[in-house]
């Protein structure tokens, strides 16, 4: 295993829980493969608590990349891999104040429900849509700029989504690896995991097109200008691995937005090569870059596994539950200068542009 920074108690608490993840890993792929296979978990700085029951159930965490080696394609089920990545628009739209953004947020999301086949989930979460302003000329000219995070909602929970729902396309296909005191690891191989990794690959440009066409929509007349990025950070990097809650960066063009809380500025950084964050891939060198704060808990963990349940912090959970808003829950809080400082100490880089958030739209409401 690999840590990308000091560790907070939130994060002490849950790198047993990762250990252990990463042994089950190797010992899946080696059972898939017919021969010793070895697995890495690498944990960015915003390591932290998903929302999702199922998945921490399964042994996996927000803000860390999974890999493993395997003879055969093989994918671990429980990271419930879907597409979500942040996008950016430059934009001439104005939105005189809260509530006619909050109006055009309302219009893009009627449209969408009603005369598409897409599934609105800016308000699920942490996503969002935020319209921010860049007030200093640097490497991004000042002005106005659209953010959305969202995921391909189409492509979860529906026969023909990612996450291992029960009846979907690849359920009849699950493997277990039972280790002792209750922990496994869930799997697919061969076919199913082949088939699966070439959803996830459609599924890249299906992602970047439908952030466009829902910022469209948001804007309406006032029309949309340059993309300015598009970067996901929860995916696969390539066929042995899952990256949940960070940026795999190119050397070309390595850029990417730090995500913080509500109100609170966010960061365009460049990521810079020759750090501990590098890793290698099927398809070259890639940077890791943690995606935002990430969540911590006020409250001891003490994390149980059920047959059916997960009891997490005192309290009993179904697994197809969210944790999004539970109190032993919070986005770790934000200072500019420790924030910066800890994120590019780890992830080497330098930020090229800071954003003030001036009306957004997310899970709590507008602001």
Same mark, same amino acid.
């Given at each position: 295993?690999?840590?990308?920074?000091?560790?907070? &108690?939130? @994060?002490?608490?849950?790198? +047993?829980?990762?250990?252990?993840?990463?042994?089950?890993?190797?010992?899946? =792929? #080696?059972?898939?493969?017919?021969?010793?296979?070895?697995?890495?978990?690498?944990?960015?700085?915003?390591?932290?608590?998903?929302?999702?029951?199922?998945?921490?159930?399964?042994?996996?965490?927000?803000?860390?990349?999974?890999?493993?080696? =395997? &003879?055969?394609?093989?994918?671990?089920?429980?990271?419930?891999?879907?597409?979500?990545?942040? &996008?950016?628009?430059?934009?001439?739209?104005?939105?005189? /104040?809260?509530?006619?953004?909050?109006?055009?947020?309302?219009?893009?999301?009627?449209?969408?429900?009603?005369?598409?086949?897409?599934?609105?989930?800016?308000?699920?979460?942490?996503?969002?849509?935020?319209?921010?302003?860049?007030?200093?000329?640097?490497?991004?000219?000042?002005?106005?700029?659209?953010?959305?995070?969202?995921?391909?909602?189409?492509?979860?929970? @529906?026969?023909?989504?990612?996450?291992?729902?029960?009846?979907?396309?690849?359920?009849?296909?699950?493997?277990?690896?039972?280790?002792?005191?209750?922990?496994?690891?869930?799997?697919?191989?061969?076919?199913? !995991?082949?088939?699966?990794?070439?959803?996830?690959?459609?599924?890249?440009?299906?992602?970047?097109?439908? $952030?466009?066409?829902? *910022?469209?929509?948001?804007?309406?007349?006032?029309?949309?200008?340059?993309?300015?990025?598009?970067?996901?950070?929860?995916?696969?990097?390539? #066929?042995?691995?899952? !990256?949940?809650?960070?940026?795999?960066? +190119?050397?070309? @063009?390595?850029?990417?937005?730090?995500?913080?809380?509500?109100?609170?500025?966010?960061?365009?950084?460049?990521?810079?090569?020759?750090?501990?964050?590098?890793?290698?891939?099927?398809?070259?060198?890639?940077?890791?870059?943690?995606?935002?704060?990430?969540?911590? *808990?006020?409250?001891?963990? #003490?994390?149980?596994?059920?047959?059916?349940?997960?009891?997490?912090?005192?309290?009993?959970?179904?697994?197809?539950? &969210?944790? *999004?808003?539970?109190?032993?829950?919070?986005?770790? $809080?934000?200072?500019?200068?420790?924030?910066?400082?800890?994120?590019?100490?780890?992830?080497?880089?330098?930020?090229?542009?800071?954003?003030?958030?001036?009306? =957004?739209?997310?899970?709590?409401? /507008?602001?």
């Amino acid at each position: 295993m690999r840590s990308l920074g000091p560790l907070d &108690s939130t @994060q002490l608490q849950l790198l +047993p829980e990762l250990k252990r993840t990463e042994e089950l890993l190797g010992w899946a =792929s #080696s059972e898939a493969s017919g021969r010793s296979c070895d697995a890495e978990i690498v944990t960015m700085p915003d390591l932290g608590v998903p929302h999702n029951v199922r998945r921490i159930h399964g042994g996996f965490l927000t803000g860390a990349l999974y890999r493993w080696e =395997s &003879s055969v394609p093989f994918v671990p089920v429980d990271t419930t891999v879907n597409l979500c990545g942040v &996008s950016m628009f430059r934009t001439n739209a104005e939105f005189a /104040d809260r509530q006619s953004f909050a109006n055009a947020v309302e219009r893009a999301k009627a449209i969408v429900e009603r005369d598409s086949s897409f599934s609105w989930n800016f308000d699920t979460g942490n996503h969002f849509v935020i319209l921010a302003e860049v007030r200093e000329d640097g490497a991004l000219p000042r002005g106005r700029y659209l953010v959305l995070h969202a995921s391909a909602a189409e492509f979860k929970k @529906q026969y023909n989504g990612l996450y291992p729902a029960p009846g979907n396309w690849y359920s009849d296909n699950i493997r277990t690896f039972q280790a002792k005191g209750g922990r496994y690891l869930r799997y697919i191989s061969g076919k199913s !995991a082949e088939n699966f990794g070439r959803i996830v690959n459609m599924l890249e440009s299906y992602q970047r097109q439908r $952030q466009r066409m829902c *910022a469209e929509l948001v804007v309406g007349g006032a029309g949309l200008g340059e993309e300015i990025l598009s970067v996901l950070h929860y995916g696969m990097p390539d #066929s042995n691995s899952v !990256a949940i809650g960070c940026q795999w960066l +190119p050397a070309i @063009q390595p850029i990417y937005l730090l995500l913080t809380r509500p109100s609170e500025p966010i960061y365009l950084i460049e990521a810079s090569s020759g750090g501990d964050n590098e890793v290698a891939t099927q398809h070259g060198a890639r940077m890791l870059t943690p995606h935002g704060l990430g969540v911590e *808990a006020t409250a001891p963990l #003490s994390i149980q596994r059920g047959r059916a349940h997960l009891e997490i912090a005192g309290r009993r959970y179904p697994l197809s539950a &969210s944790l *999004a808003g539970q109190p032993f829950l919070s986005i770790r $809080q934000f200072n500019e200068d420790l924030t910066l400082r800890n994120v590019l100490r780890d992830c080497p880089g330098r930020v090229i542009a800071k954003l003030e958030q001036v009306f =957004s739209h997310h899970r709590t409401g /507008d602001m």
